[in-house]
């Protein structure tokens, strides 16, 4: 059940059901602080690492919103794989490219805690809030076949929700955060459900933890693009053969 926003279940664990894949676009402008100008950046820092005759990877492509852009403004890629878990979702998705020929767009449905696209060369892989939705235990593993999988010189574009560096700070942050999402309309009751429902089920870690999954995965070119207390975003690139 939701309420009026149309994205806050009410006495249940978060799940992205039909409900939530239904309004998740609207759920996120209202819930992501600086959500526009993350958006762009992921775009536009994504762009200048596609390469022709390769793909552009999505885990966890909900209803497609980050990988439109690239199939709209990359006409040199070989194809566009979306994966995603969720029934609601991938139908969404499926739905929103239904006018593209297979296989230039793919959205499988598929577990990344187990598996990997296969014979996917991607040049760009996107994790657009993802990865804090993987148990713990997975993340490193997921990290991993994407940084394998990318081609050299190849980007992994990450976008997180971050716990903060400390205690204090950490309160600090999830302060603010909850005066923006009053700002936009929530409730205390909605926050207050929302926040419930999410317990066990987002789990994020701090921005060093997320850095550090990165550079043992192998990347060693891993920079910040984007941050709003609690969220954040990465840029990490594949070395090339040579090194550079």
Known sequence: MTTSLGHVPADARWSFDGSVAECFDDMLARSIPDYQEMRRLVTELGLRYVRAASDVLDLGCSRGEA?????????????FIGVEMSKPMLAAARERFRDVPPPRVQILDLD?????PPACVPSVALS?????????EYRQGVVQRVYDALMPGGAFVVVEKVLGATAPTDELFVTEYLKLKAASGYTPEEIARKRLS???VLVPVTADWN??????????????????CNFAGWLAVKPRRDGG
């Open 198 to 200: 999410l317990e066990g």
């Open 211 to 228: 850095v550090e999954l990165l550079r043992q995965a192998g990347f060693r070119e891993v920079d910040c693009f984007w941050r709003w």
């Open 112 to 116: 990344l805690r187990h598996a990997f």
């Open 67 to 79: 990988l439109a852009p690239f199939v709209e403004r990359a006409p040199h890629a070989r194809s």
């Open 128 to 136: 657009v809030l993802t990865l804090q939705f993987v148990p713990i």
